[in-house]
């Protein structure tokens, strides 16, 4: 049985420019190599015999060569064979500025697969054959695996040893590559290669997206730990397992810390208001970030207090930001009948307006202009 654990679009150097405090920002970027570590952890932890990155290691060609030195160093405490492939953000060039670097600090035992050529490994005594389909650019039309069939034919191989290939791209149905861009792959087509599996990167959610599966063959392990608010799990990595036979399976282990929380609430009620402050008490003010988007018409008391209750939800999280822009103040005909005269202008033109459906928004404005007005 050959033991494999699968991660993929790590993105270390990734600067998360996003309005984040400079120690959130911090945070957020370390923990991409803490998650590193972390990950190599795991594999050794559950005898992986390889470690196979797929893709996107790094978010750029240009990121620091410290980084790059640091990033190998980790991988190279793995006990068993690690095998990182280039994706469409840290692509192979002619005059590369990465790979060079990365293998250097990474040692022998290990492998980059940056060449259309099957990838060996029972010299170093796992029968398992790699064929990796290697990013040379950040964008593509065709994908990086039309060469595995024809090699895979030239190639006689023992019934016992497992052929996986490894590749980064978009896949038909899953991932959102409307234009085609990201070296797009299909099922039909991974299928029909005969392989045991596919181990891919690229799309950063979880496929299949349960947490076991069996008989499976095409896996994304999603990014191991979240990276903005589009990203709504907790972070992920594949174990798989191979055996003699060919069967498979696969463990979907959490990885993630941090976790990016978006939520939309209307809200029209004090009840609702304290529903969502026990939401949001619930979560962690040290790995929690939030995105608020709140809507609907509150009490004059609750709307001209809310400045103080979202500066309450903010202490419950790492990060907050709220768009209120849907937020109006219900603006009811007591109210216009305690502040305007009957017949005066500002009464006739905000009771017109309180009875048109969808004018909460004009509302509002002219409620504020004329009590403005005075002040």
Known sequence: MIRLLHTADLHLGLKFTRGYAPSVRDRLVERRLECLRDLVDLANSRSCHVMIVAGDLFDHPRVPKGLIREAAGILARFEGIVAVLPGNHDYVQEEDPVWPVFLDALGERHHLLRRETPCDLRDQGVSLVLFPGVCGSRHSKSNAVGWIPEALAGLDLPSGVRRVG??????????????????????????????????????HVR??????????????PATPEPDGFDCRHGG???????????????????????????????LSTEAEVEALRVEVASFNPERDLLKLELTGRLPGHLYE??????????KSVLYFESDTAGLFREITTADIDR??????????LLSELGKTAGEEGALQVAWDLVMESRS
Not at 207 to 220: A, L, V
Not at 252 to 263: A, I
């Open 339 to 348: 502040e305007y005269s009957s017949g005066s202008f500002p009464h006739r």
């Open 207 to 220: 496929f299949p997206d349960r947490d076991r599966t069996s008989g499976d063959r095409i896996f994304y």
């Open 305 to 314: 207090n809310r400045s103080a209750w979202l500066a309450g939800l903010e």
């Open 236 to 266: 992920h990595a594949w174990i798989v397992e191979l055996d003699e036979a060919g069967k498979i399976e696969g463990e979907s282990v959490r990885t993630g810390r941090f976790r990016f929380r978006s939520l939309a609430r209307s």
């Open 166 to 203: 490894v590749a980064h791209g978009s896949l038909e149905g899953l991932s959102p590559d409307f234009e085609g861009d990201y070296f797009p792959m299909t099922r039909g087509e991974l299928e029909a290669m005969k392989l045991d599996a596919w181990l891919l990167g690229h799309t």
